[in-house]
Structures are given as C-alpha cells and as structure tokens.
C-alpha cells in the first residue's frame, strides 16, 4: 500500500507539473473527440488477494495468488475546449495466479461432501504434489477523468490524467492440482481441476497516467490503477457439487469458523500501450 501511495504522488507530481505549463502554442492539433486505449499490464495483488501461499485460499485468509496481469480497452469522450472531461466506458480482464510445485492442498484429490466442510472446523488436508490457482476478472466499467494538455521541449503532445471508475465484473477462477498422495480410485498422480464458481461482484478503480501523442492519430499510454473488484455483492454460501467451490468473499463464521473475515479483491495494475485518436486532429 505504501508503493501505491508513492506511485500516485509521482503521477500527480508529473501531472500538476504538466498543468502549470498548458500550451501556449498551436503545433497544429486540436484535441481529439474520440480517444480509444488498447492497454496491457501487470497486475499486483493487493489486501486479501494476496497470499503467502495457495493453502490461504483453503483456511480463508485470502486468496493465496502472488502475480497477474491485465488487458483493457478504454473508449474516451472528449468534452470542454482541450478535451480535458473524459468519461468513458471501459472494458477489460484481470487475472491472478499462484503456483505450488511441492504440494496438493486437497490430499484426497476430491471434493465430495461440499464446500466448506460442513463440520465447520477442518480445512482440506495437504500432501506431496503440485498445484495452481487462478482468479479470473472480467469486468465492463464507466468512468471519468480529468486530464491536462502539454507540448514538450520536443513539441510532443502530452495529456497527463487521473480519474475513477465504477466496475461490474464477474469473478471466477479454477484451482488445478496433482496428489502424490491421493486414494487409488481419487486419481493418484493425475492433474485435477476445481472449479471457483462464478459470481457478479461490483467495484471502483482510480488512478492516474499519461499520454504521449506523436502524431495526428496515434500514441502511448502508461499509469497505474489501483481496483477494489468486489466492494459491493460480497457473500458466502454452502455448496453440494463434486469438486466445486463458491468465491466466499463475506465473513461468515456460522457457515465456517474460519471465516470470520471479509476478502477483498484488491489490485494495482501498472500498465502501457497504444492509443488512438479520432475526430478534431486538425485545426
């Protein structure tokens, strides 16, 4: 949280020194009606999306991943004289990841009498093997930004931002593993998926960025924003189906008592890529 904190002090820095240096001359450009992003990035779990290990997501710590990344679109409109009001509509899927080479977190290989255990008490018990997991985010968003306009030294085009966003995604995942240790008839030394079954959550991002335009149409975006995916919608219920699991994301110690606390999915996701600019490219 402290390198979150350090990175929007330093977008905001470049953008308040950008803003008090707005152009002062025509090189020819008007800003764009239309701005489209085409971004990818790495994505850092954030609060309890991160784990020191898989075995967090069994005994409901969190949700034991340590990497992802991330892909999105954004679809800008550019309101006011320089186009500096920006909502717009956002498109997008995170994923994050965790893997184990040493151990199988469902030693049994099976989940057959629901999820969680119904007594309440045990967690699965682990043994030799190997194992992933990943927590997939499909999302579709609308928000706003604020962003100024700057010409360099060089007489590029920049439009340092910051804004916030409202998301709705839908959060799945599938945790895969393979049991040294399992039954004979549980499929001993053979890979085995269990599905995180898939649930509509709601959320807000906000972050800051920039953008470098190097000619008429085209040019690049970089920034950092931070996205807390299921603030709203949060909830955690019993499920009878072979192998399979709900998100559990809402403290409930009467369902289990080791869930006595929430799970936030938060991320911050460092990003880059192409922008195009349509509409208003001359004056």
Not at 84 to 105: E, H, M
Not at 208 to 226: C, D, M, P, Q, V
Not at 227 to 246: A, P, R, V
């Amino acid at each position: 949280m402290k390198f979150f904190k350090f990175t929007v002090l330093v977008f905001l820095a470049v953008f308040i020194g950008f803003s008090n240096s707005q152009v002062k001359k025509s090189i020819g450009w008007k800003s764009p009606t239309f701005t489209i992003d085409i971004l990818g990035g790495y994505a850092l779990p954030l609060q309890e999306s991160k784990g020191s290990s898989i075995g967090d997501f069994f005994s409901f710590k969190n949700y034991g991943t340590k990497s992802g990344w991330t892909g999105q679109f954004n679809f800008k409109f550019g309101l006011g004289k320089q186009g500096q009001y920006r909502p717009y509509i956002t498109l997008g899927f995170t994923q994050l990841q965790n893997s184990d080479n040493s151990t199988a977190y469902i030693r049994e290989n099976i989940i057959n009498n629901g999820y969680p255990d119904p007594n309440k008490v045990s967690i699965p018990v682990s043994g030799p093997g190997s194992s992933e997991i990943f927590i997939r985010l499909p999302y579709i968003g609308a928000g706003f930004e604020y962003a100024a306009t700057a010409v360099d030294k060089k007489k590029r085009m920049w439009y340092p931002f910051f804004g916030v966003e409202f998301l709705m995604s839908v959060v799945a995942g599938i945790y895969r593993q393979v049991s040294d240790e399992a039954p004979s008839g549980n499929s001993p030394g053979v890979e085995t998926g269990y599905t995180i079954k898939s649930d509509v959550r709601l959320g807000l991002g906000g972050g800051t960025g920039a953008t470098i335009r190097f000619g008429k149409s085209a040019g690049i975006t970089f920034g950092a924003k931070y996205k807390l995916f299921n603030l709203i919608g949060k909830k955690s219920d019993f499920l009878k189906e072979e192998n399979k699991m709900n998100l559990l994301d809402k403290a409930d110690a009467n369902l289990h008592a080791q869930l006595s606390n929430d799970r936030n999915i938060g991320v911050l996701e460092f990003y880059l890529g192409a922008t195009i600019f349509l509409g208003k490219t001359k004056k």
